[in-house]
């Protein structure tokens, strides 16, 4: 059981970057996923999250308008779409996932309870 992160780089402000999450060893289709990031000397935040159920998405206000979360359930994979990336993007992005219970509508959107971790995909913008 694996999730393997992937997609970090270095970017301009103002950039965009596609992070990718894939699991290996289950199906993805049935656990909500998570995307946390967390830079030098800060606390791991919750970044987004979708849901497996009905596919609700959180967003944590910072990145509203400029992030999006999608699954693509036939390629075990979820996306992170990130775009007019800011210098205090600049962190350590993880993406976590859980077994959801069908009827839980929403992800959790902090990180407790997230059973599987990927390592994470550094993320830097700078100019």
């Known amino acids: 059981v694996q999730l393997q992160a992937s997609g970090g780089g270095l970017v301009q402000p103002g950039g965009s970057l596609r992070l990718s999450c894939v699991a290996s060893?289950?199906?993805?289709?049935?656990?909500?996923v998570g995307w946390f990031r967390q830079a030098p000397g800060k606390e791991r935040e919750g970044v987004s999250c979708?849901?497996?159920?009905?596919?609700?998405?959180f967003y944590t206000d910072s990145v509203k308008g400029r992030f999006g979360i999608s699954r693509d359930n036939d390629k075990n994979t979820v996306y992170l779409q990130m775009n007019n990336l800011k210098t205090e993007d600049s962190a350590a992005y993880y993406c976590?996932?859980?077994?959801?219970?069908?009827?839980?509508?929403?992800?959790?959107?902090?990180?407790?309870?997230?059973?599987?971790w990927g390592q994470g995909t550094q993320v830097t913008v700078s100019s």
């Open positions: 060893g289950f199906t993805l289709r049935y656990y909500a």
């Open positions: 979708i849901s497996s159920t009905d596919g609700w998405k």
């Open positions: 976590a996932a859980y077994r959801q219970n069908i009827y839980e509508r929403r992800c959790m959107t902090g990180d407790a309870g997230y059973a599987y």
